[in-house]
């Protein structure tokens, strides 16, 4: 099964990019990479997922290796409010399954 | 459009009891998965409901189970409750594709402790 691995912790400062790594290394040609962030006492939401090019939105980029065995969440410029477990998951496709990851938990310095 | 709610947001029970939660999906979607997560273990898949039918199902013990309306409302129960059942959990809805692209939507959770 494709699994996806995530260092525990990372620290920031305020206002400095961060670069949250994956490893997926068993990843298939036509699985998605999803990215979700879990707030303190909230449920999981939505950041960003992308295939094989790199993605943008306005809450982050997304920059996919070009072998796919690994992604990297960029968040430009962090915020205390980005304080939060980052999970990168697989969506293998022909299945319903989300494949989650253990998460990097983020603390972001003042 | 309304987000995932779920109810209640906290309960207590105690060992042996059992509990049902409650998640309404946002209007339209009609998969909602429900999760287990614990510091322990992390965010653990238990099942997946689609049109009334389960779907997919996690490696949990029979204990928990679930059930989907036709309005796509859906229910968890957890029987013969023990202290290992003490977690936060989740329901997160979607529209219920194929596709790998599309987005899943998590409620706030239910926080069950059991005494």
């Known amino acids: 099964d494709a699994k996806t691995t995530q260092p525990n912790s990372m620290e920031s400062n305020e206002e400095e990019p961060v670069h949250l790594p994956c490893n997926h290394s068993?990843?298939?040609?036509?699985?998605?990479i999803h990215w979700y962030r879990q707030l303190p006492s909230q449920g999981p939401e939505y950041v960003i997922h992308?295939?094989?090019s790199n993605v943008n939105n306005r809450m982050a980029s997304l920059a996919i290796a070009e072998d796919r065995k690994s992604s990297t969440l960029i968040l430009h410029r962090a915020t205390l409010r980005d304080a939060a477990v980052y999970y990168c998951?697989?969506?293998?496709?022909?299945?319903?399954?989300?494949?989650f990851g253990t998460g990097t938990r983020l603390k972001v310095l003042a | 459009k309304a987000g995932v709610t779920q109810t209640p947001r906290y309960l207590i029970k105690t060992r042996g009891q059992q509990v049902t939660l409650s998640c309404s999906p946002i209007s339209g979607h009609r998969s909602v998965s429900w999760y287990q997560q614990t510091p322990g273990q992390g965010l653990q898949f238990l099942f997946e409901?689609?049109?009334?039918?389960?779907?997919n199902k996690g490696n949990f013990p029979g204990r928990f189970s679930g059930r989907q309306f036709s309005n796509s409302r859906s229910e968890m129960n957890v029987s013969t409750l023990e202290l290992g059942d003490s977690a936060l959990y989740l329901c997160?809805?979607?529209?219920?594709?194929?596709?790998?692209?599309?987005?899943?939507?998590f409620g706030p959770g239910t926080r069950l402790l059991v005494l």
């Open positions: 992308g295939l094989t």
């Open positions: 998951i697989l969506r293998p496709s022909g299945t319903y399954k989300y494949i």
């Open positions: 997160a809805s979607r529209p219920g594709g194929l596709s790998p692209a599309e987005t899943q939507y």
């Open positions: 409901y689609f049109s009334e039918t389960q779907r």
């Open positions: 068993t990843i298939s040609g036509t699985d998605y």
